[in-house]
Nanobody, 123 residues
Framework: QVQLVESGGGLVQAGGSLRLSCAASGSTFSRYTMGWFRQTPGKDREFVAAIRWSSDSPYYADSVWGRFTISRDNAKNTVYLQMNSLKPEDTAVYYC????????????????WGQGTQVTVSP
């Protein structure tokens, strides 16, 4: 079993920055890919970014490429999402997730999820 706990959400003005954290526990993570998704009311969960624990192979949604950076600290079992140049359309609940399917952008491929953290970007 994998337990994931997100933190770092909040309210920020457009153009500002936030860093989300995802603390993982309960398993050996070297085989997993860790992802960030986001969701707004009435919409499907949207892929944001993902990275393998065992190597630097990050990949991003086009909508956040160049503004968001995903990274991990293996010693702390924590994955981060640094979000810069935030836009009102980035407002969503952000979820951390884990999968054994590297390269996937489908939320159905991720079997473990955190509880989510709200990010609100004001105009």
């Amino acid at each position: 079993q994998v337990q994931l706990v997100e933190s770092g959400g909040g309210l920020v003005q457009a153009g500002g920055s936030l860093r989300l954290s995802c603390a993982a526990s309960g398993s050996t993570f070297s085989r997993y890919t860790m992802g960030w998704f986001r969701q707004t009311p009435g919409k499907d969960r949207e892929f944001v970014a993902a990275i393998r624990w065992s190597s630097d192979s990050p990949y991003y949604a086009d909508s956040v490429w160049g503004r968001f950076t995903i990274s991990r600290d293996n010693a702390k079992n924590t994955v981060y999402l640094q979000m810069n140049s935030l836009k009102p359309e980035d407002t969503a609940v952000y979820y951390c997730a884990a999968t054994l399917v590297h390269g996937s952008r489908r939320y159905s491929a991720y079997g473990y999820w955190g509880q989510g953290t709200q990010v609100t970007v004001s105009p």
